[in-house]
């Protein structure tokens, strides 16, 4: 069985992008000696948060989009044995244009 997850307000469930193991040069870099990417997928949002008078604002970001968010944001979450970022659509810094998700997630 899958499980659904759905977000609240303005949570964005995020899956990071792996980063490349291998310098310019050809060398491989170790798994230990690497950081966790700050680069990842948005896999699902939130339907957005009220304004003062009652009105839903949408979040500016969609599922499908590669953002850059902080190093230490968000909170690592595993569901159905994949690891997921949970944060705030503020803790996301911005959108990656013209980049296509390789699918090639951590």
């Given at each position: 069985?899958?499980v659904?997850?759905?977000?609240?307000?303005?949570?964005?469930?995020?899956?990071?992008?792996?980063?490349?193991?291998?310098t310019?040069g050809?060398?491989i870099?170790?798994?230990?000696?690497?950081e966790?990417?700050m680069q990842?997928?948005?896999?699902s949002?939130?339907?957005?948060?009220?304004?003062?008078?009652?009105?839903?604002?949408?979040?500016?970001?969609?599922?499908?989009?590669?953002?850059?968010?902080?190093?230490w944001?968000?909170?690592?979450?595993?569901?159905d044995?994949?690891?997921?970022?949970?944060?705030?659509?503020s803790d996301i810094?911005?959108?990656?244009?013209?980049?296509?998700?390789?699918k090639?997630?951590?």
């Open positions: 069985m899958s659904k997850f759905r977000p609240l307000h303005d949570r964005v469930v995020v899956k990071r992008l792996a980063e490349d193991t291998k310019a050809g060398i870099i170790p798994d230990s000696a690497t966790k990417p990842g997928e948005v896999i949002v939130g339907p957005g948060t009220r304004d003062e008078d009652g009105e839903r604002v949408a979040l500016d970001v969609k599922a499908g989009d590669i953002v850059l968010f902080g190093k944001s968000g909170t690592e979450v595993k569901l044995g994949n690891e997921l970022l949970i944060m705030k659509e810094m911005g959108v990656i244009e013209g980049k296509v998700a390789a090639k997630a951590a």
